[in-house]
Nanobody, 121 residues
Framework: QVQLVESGGGLVQPGGSLRLSCAAS????????MGWYRQAPGKQRELVAGVTSGGSRNYADSVKGRFTISRDNAKNTLYLQMSSLKPEDTAVYYC???????????????WGQGTQVTVSS
């Protein structure tokens, strides 16, 4: 009933920029924490950046100063602005959200389908 859909991935040269979006839809009462994760071939999925419902942000050391996470609570949308991209940023990027639904006491984690980001010359 709840869906997360990422968009904005693609091929970019080193030093370039991309903006990822994640739109949540369905029977949503509220969304608590949201975050961006990524998984490169042969590596484990890792947290890139997270943001709480109140706007508190945290970043992985590898992206600090280059990436900016933000959210629009009215639109239930999450963003990741990526700048100064490096080849090691190449991965599938996934949106994650803890969603509370109407008439349900406990929320649950939801994941998007992922969007590919490739940084290459």
């Amino acid at each position: 009933q709840v869906q997360l859909v990422e968009s904005g991935g693609g091929l970019v040269q080193p030093g370039g920029s991309l903006r990822l979006s994640c739109a949540a839809s369905g029977s949503i009462y509220s969304i608590d924490n949201m975050g961006w994760y990524r998984q490169a071939p042969g590596k484990q999925r890792e947290l890139v950046a997270g943001v709480t419902s109140g706007g508190s942000r945290n970043y992985a050391d590898s992206v600090k100063g280059r990436f900016t996470i933000s959210r629009d609570n009215a639109k239930n949308t999450l963003y990741l602005q990526m700048s100064s991209l490096k080849p090691e940023d190449t991965a599938v990027y996934y949106c994650n959200a803890y969603v509370r639904r109407y008439s349900v006491d406990m929320g649950a984690d939801y994941w998007g389908q992922g969007t590919q980001v490739t940084v290459s010359s």
